[in-house]
Every structure is written in C-alpha cells, then in structure tokens.
C-alpha cells in the first residue's frame, strides 16, 4: 500500500452529487442495490456540486472532503475553487470575491440518473482518470449530494485488501463526523486497465472481492454503498446490481467522451480533465536507458566537482549563488523557446533544452534547502510556466541511483502547480515526492495545506517579499567611509598611537606648531611636550 498515493481530498472538482428520489434512506452496504425501473426517479442522480473543506491527513492514504452548500456549476469556473481553496461562497482572495460577486444567483444544478453518467463523472471529480485506483465519494442529505472523496492505488497485494477498506471508510466516514456532516451512503468506483491476456470482465472478476470488502466496510460503520462500479477497457460494471438485462455480464460501454451532461458542465464551467493518472506520472517519471546512463555520469562527475567546491571558505554562498544564476538562465531559456503538440513531444523538446552537465548542477544545487527556497520565488506571472517546465524536466533526469533528488524538483513543481491554481497536477507531484522522501518537510506542508484547501497567496506574498529583500541587499550601495560622510563631526579623542595625519605631517607637541622631537609613540611623546614646553611652567 502506498501511503502517498494521489489523494483526491478537493470537493471542488466537480458540480454534482448523487441522490436516490426512490427513499430519503439508502439501501444496505450488503444488499443487492434496487432495481433500475424506466423512470429517471430511482436511479442514482446528481445534483449540485461539492465544497473543499478538507480535515487533515489522519492516514496519509487518502484525504476526505466536506461537502458545501454551492449549487450553482457557474462558480466552478473560479480555478481557484476546482484546486480545491475554499468554497466560492466563502471566498478568502480579493479576485475570489469579486468573482463571486458575479456569480450568477440561478440555481442551476447537474443531475446524474444512471450508472452510465455516474461512471462518466469521475474524471470530471478529480480533474482527471484515476488509473488502477479505487475511489470513494460520500454523498449527503435526502438527494445524495457528492462531497468528500478518496483515492487510493489498489494494491498488487490482495493480502492488504481488508487494511485498505477498512482505513478508506474510515477515513471518509470519520472526517464527516468530525464537520457533523456524516455521510448518508457512499458510491465506490474501482478502475483498473486489463494487463495483456486479459479483458475487462476478467479485471471485474478479479476486483471483485476488493468491492465487497469496501461495502462491509463502510456497512460497519452504518453507511450503505449505494452504488459499486468497475471501470475497465472503456466498460462498467455493477457490483450491486444483479438484474443482468441493464447490467449485462459483458459490461455496458462507457458514453462517448464530451457528450454526458457532465461533459457539457464541465465545459461551461471551464474544468478541465488533465488525461490519465498514468500520462501525468509520466511527466515526471526518470528517463531510462542509454540517455539515464549518461546523465547519471553527469551527476557522478558534478557531484565529484561540488565537494572542493563547498569545502572553500563561503563555498557554500558561492554554490547557492552560481545554482540560482543558473536557474535563472535556464527559465529565460525555457521562457523564449515555448514547444507545442502534445505533452509527450512538449516534454522531448524540454529535454532538449538542457545538457547534462546543466541539469547535473542544478540537481545539486538545489538539494541545499535554502537554494530550494529560493527558487521557489518563480511561481507566478511570466516566470510560472517556463519554471514548471524546468523542474519537470529535471525531475526526468534524477536518474539510477539519483532518484531521491527528485524530491526537490518534485516538490517545487507541486508548488507552483498549487500556485497556479492546478491542484490535480499538484497533488501528482507532491505525492511523488513523498513517495520517495516521506519526510521531507517542504513536500508535507505543501501537500497538508492543498488538502486543507487553504489558499496558496499568502505564501505567494511572503515569497515575492523575501525576493524583494534579497533584490534590495544585492543592489544597496557600499557603506560610505565616516572620512566621505557629509556633516561628520571630526572626533576629539586624543589618538593613540602616532599615525600620519591627512597632509603626512607629525603632529608637534601641546602648545606649538613645531614638529616634535621625539615621536616613537604616544607617551614619548606627552612626556616631551611637558618638559619642553616653557609655557606650561
């Protein structure tokens, strides 16, 4: 079981929930799920969409969401909201409330009527296709309105299966005890592609006992699983539904992408579905082959070259100076040369955009938490986009035995995608973080705070603050000397040894201007101003 695994704790992702008009009280987890007459009251439906107030991370395997009250899909087209920061009706930004306040009023609502529509809402849910992953998503009050959700890659292991569902339903169902907000019955969406050899009925059969596990589960804790669905091979299935004349053994196919009614909220909303769990791994996966044996021999011989380097006196200041021009150099790089096409060949000419000996050093460098800070400040304006393709980019390289060093990049990409308002792609990217280095400070609060749904701007404000300071110290100008100060009073202590004074003259003794005759040093000559000079006797 992997405890980092892509969480899905938002519940802004999406504009709908689902009800059952059949009974204000769902059916047991346990018992086969009502049959689906031809009118649209008893099936599942949904209807409005879901706020992000999220509790903390009480298992580090998936993190839950509260449901709000938002009913309106037009609000969902705050990005903010669909990366899961508060609910538009309590907007915490200035843009937020502005936004809200244009807000139309309309009570508009999406409603879901069948396990087709539910199966195609998913990705609309978590902003993209959950690969080999099981979710789970609370629906609340008499019409089942979607609220928190789970995800969780199934685990190879059947072994672990009961573990797994009984930390998810709890999990889910506990967070909404915690807000009074208890969930009224659960939907249950297992997801996995058939390996070769296989078909989708045979992943549904193989999947099966995962599914009955999850509905015992959540039975325990005296919440129904409503519905149970396999998706798979482009088909669903219904663990619920024993009627095989709507839930036919071969499956049913799934409707065509961008003609649900979800499709058609979605779009007007402006949500978009970021591809498979798998392609945005991808992006962020290490190179392999000759080209990962390459770059490991960079890492290998910058490594070599760093330890002198920060063995100097302020070698240490001179590193984080020369990773942070270079950094620099390479976002103005990435910023003039903008690829197109698809993710695949926009990552190929990235790639290119950068040697090995490059990527090498700032891989490094950045290991130095300060460094990392401070690279942290391109996270917004003009600077976000070429900034994201760069630690992409040097993620991919942290190959062989350097694969820990992805943590940084990792981590400073789920940063800027978090702000820039993605929170999909910034959950994929902490959770791979985390996954290698579970304790790596920076990744855990930025991974605690996305699923707090807190927003990222006063981070943002501290950031642009510290670049302001360190512009300002790197610009001041010298300290002028007290000699070149204006209005500096020449001071009136007696010096002490004998120095030579502005026009390179010895000063004589007390009471003359005659140059002295002894002036070895300050007692000399004090002791020769007092016999020598009449005036004083």
């Keep these: 079981m992997n405890p980092h695994s892509e969480p899905s704790k938002r519940a802004g992702d999406s504009n709908s929930a689902a009800t059952s008009s059949s009974s204000s009280t769902p059916n047991p987890a346990n018992s086969p799920r009502p049959p689906k007459p031809s009118t649209p009251a008893d099936p599942p439906s949904a209807v409005g969409p879901s706020g992000p107030i999220a509790p903390a991370n009480r298992t580090g395997a998936a993190e839950p969401s509260s449901p709000a009250n938002t009913t309106d899909p037009s609000v969902l087209s705050n990005p903010a909201y669909i990366a899961g920061s508060p609910s538009p009706s309590e907007p915490d930004s200035a843009a937020a409330r502005a936004e809200a306040a244009t807000t139309p009023s309309a009570d508009a609502q999406v409603t879901l009527r069948s396990p087709a529509e539910l199966a195609d809402a998913l990705p ?181 070259a760093l330890v002198p380097r920060m063995l100097r006196r302020d070698g240490a200041v001179a590193v984080r100076r020369d990773t942070l021009e270079l950094a620099g150099a390479m976002i103005r790089r990435f910023r003039l040369d903008t690829p197109s096409g698809s993710n695949r060949a926009r990552d190929a000419c990235d790639d290119a955009l950068i040697t090995d000996a490059e990527a090498a050093d700032l891989i490094l460098g950045l290991q130095d938490r300060v460094t990392r800070d401070r690279a942290a400040e391109w996270m917004d304006g003009s600077a976000a986009a070429p900034a994201l393709r760069l630690w992409r980019a040097l993620a991919r390289r942290c190959a062989g035995g350097y694969a820990e060093h992805a943590v940084a990049p990792l981590t400073l990409a789920g940063w800027v995608c978090w702000s820039t308002e993605d929170g999909p792609s910034a959950r994929v990217a902490l959770s791979r973080a985390l996954a290698l280095d579970p304790d790596y400070t920076f990744a855990q609060l930025l991974h605690r705070a996305i699923n707090e749904g807190l927003d990222p701007e006063p981070l943002r404000r501290c950031l642009r603050e510290q670049h302001k300071e360190a512009v300002a110290t790197t610009e001041a100008p010298a300290p002028s000397t007290p000699a070149a100060a204006k209005g500096t009073p020449r001071s009136t202590k007696r010096p002490g040894p004998s120095r030579p004074g502005p026009t390179g003259r010895h000063r004589g003794p007390r009471g003359t201007t005659a140059p002295g005759t002894r002036t070895t040093d300050g007692r000399s000559r004090r002791r020769a101003g007092r016999g020598d000079d009449r005036s004083r006797r």
């Design 124 to 304: 609309y849910f978590l902003g993209f296709y959950p690969d080999d992953s099981v979710v789970m998503v609370a629906l609340h009050g008499e019409r089942g309105r979607f609220g928190g959700r789970v995800r969780l890659g199934i685990p190879t292991d059947t072994s672990q299966w009961p573990d797994v569902a009984d930390q998810l339903a709890d999990c889910l169902i506990s967070a909404g005890q915690e807000r009074d907000d208890r969930p009224e019955a659960i939907i249950v969406y297992l997801c996995q592609e058939p390996p070769e050899g296989e078909n989708g009925k045979d992943v549904r059969d193989r999947l099966r006992p995962l599914a009955q596990r999850l509905r015992t589960a959540c039975g325990a804790l005296d919440v129904p699983v409503l519905e149970a669905l396999c998706l798979s091979n482009g088909r669903f299935w219904s663990y619920c539904c024993p009627d095989f004349r709507c839930c036919p053994a071969e499956g049913t196919p799934m409707v065509m992408p961008g003609t649900s009614v979800m499709a058609a909220a979605a779009a007007y909303a402006g949500m978009q579905v970021r591809g498979s769990l798998k392609e945005m791994e991808a992006r962020l996966t290490p190179r392999t082959g000759r080209r990962a044996a390459e770059q490991e021999k960079a890492l290998d011989t910058a490594a070599g």
